[in-house]
């Protein structure tokens, strides 16, 4: 048994089995169905989310790897019928638990003033709120506020920079997307009035961000004392607070330290996770699985990380310009076992009902075997199968 006096030591491959099974990426699928969403976005905290759609949009390529039987419309009916689950800022822009609401309060009150044309907003949102709890929901389009003002991305019409302002700050809520168009509603008429209290959980700035540190831990396994992008979106954690929270956590006894080999500082995991801890370390053997991951997977959130203890280099390069990439527009990692052996750039051509494998990048000392061939060639056919095409076109070499 693991003691819990001083720091855990791990080698890399203990380390490495751990964040896999923690992952549930390893070993037989522990996730099924939309019970099996839920049960991984409970353990995660959240997965973050992008709308680019290439081979299915990011939150949907995490879960496919994980949950045995998922298809896309779980995630959907889990958000906007069930309920069960809401998309907001988390880890960026992310879906978590709806019970989950009320602790993003400092999160969503950030948007009260701070936003960008916050008086023209602020004009016509109360108009904007009576309007769509009038219609039930509604678009930009539905709207007739044609004036253009300056927005994040772009100058955009009034319409919709007041409903995302509103959205921002937790007044309203997707009620539903067709394709890219999101359609908004009050949150009052899609959540739980229990969850809809304006006050602040947290007695203390600390606390809070204590809260959101042990999240982001969870959500990958094992982090780092360290700046790193899994902190993405953790509101004024600087060195200082971050050390502080680390500290609390700690000796309170919320997170573990590790030792592992090789690595100059120490890693910490959840105490909740103790058991799974306990299991890497054990004589077990999993089951292998070969894995498309999400560009936006929890495992990668820390990609430093992933390199210190995986030895794989993984960027992902849909916003690099073309001359820059090194290899493609949107590629994928290949997790085969406890290694990462690949990458590849999957595209629906979904009139065809083809998955297309445009290119396949494995890693120098993975070698392509007939066996290999065929771990692969499932992989993309349960791929293909995620994204509504019957058929895989790759020249296997």
């Not at 720091?7 to 099924?32: C, N, V, Y």
């Not at 759609?53 to 958000?79: H, N, W």
């Not at 894995?291 to 990668?300: G, R």
């Amino acid at each position: 048994m693991l003691s819990s006096a001083a720091m855990i030591p791990l080698t890399k491959a203990q380390a490495r089995r751990f964040l896999l099974l923690k992952q549930g990426l390893l070993g037989a699928r522990r996730f099924e169905g939309k019970q099996g969403v839920l049960d991984y976005i409970a353990q995660a905290g959240c997965i973050q989310f992008d709308p680019v759609d290439i081979c299915g949009k990011s939150p949907e390529i995490a879960l496919q790897a994980r949950v045995k039987g998922f298809r896309k419309s779980m995630l959907y009916t889990l958000l906007y019928r069930d309920r069960a689950l809401v998309d907001h800022f988390d880890k960026m822009m992310a879906i978590f638990p709806t019970a989950d609401w009320p602790y993003f309060h400092g999160v969503r009150a950030q948007y009260q003033s701070r936003i960008r044309s916050h008086q023209a907003v602020e004009t016509v949102a109360q108009e904007i709120l009576d309007a769509v709890g009038r219609m039930g929901y509604a678009c930009s389009r539905d709207l007739n506020y044609p004036q253009k003002v300056d927005w994040y991305w772009s100058n955009t019409n009034l319409a919709r920079a007041a409903l995302e302002a509103l959205y921002f700050r937790g007044d309203l809520v997707i009620h539903h997307k067709e394709g890219t168009v999101k359609y908004y509603a009050r949150a009052q008429d899609c959540l739980p009035l229990e969850l809809l209290s304006d006050q602040d959980p947290f007695p203390s700035p600390l606390d809070g961000l204590c809260w959101r540190v042990a999240r982001r831990v969870g959500g990958v396994g094992l982090l780092w004392n360290r700046a790193s992008d899994a902190w993405l979106d953790v509101r004024k954690l600087s060195a200082k607070d971050r050390n502080a929270t680390f500290y609390r956590l700690t000796t309170e006894g919320h997170l573990l330290p590790v030792a592992v080999e090789g690595l100059s500082e120490p890693l910490y995991c959840l105490r909740s996770d103790r058991a799974l801890l306990e299991s890497a370390c054990s004589n077990i053997r999993f089951r292998a699985r070969t894995e498309l991951l999400a560009p936006l997977d929890n495992l990668l959130w820390d990609r430093k990380l992933i390199q210190a203890l995986f030895d794989f280099s993984y960027k992902w390069e849909v916003y690099t310009p073309a001359k820059d990439r090194q290899y493609g527009h949107y590629v994928l990692p290949i997790l085969q076992g406890e290694r990462f052996i690949g990458r590849a750039e999957p595209v629906c051509d979904r009139k065809a009902g083809i998955l297309r494998i445009q290119g396949l990048w494995l890693e120098p000392e993975v070698k392509m075997t007939k066996a290999l061939k065929g771990q692969l060639l499932r992989c993309f056919t349960r791929f293909a199968k995620l994204n509504g095409c019957q058929a895989v076109e790759w020249e296997r070499p």
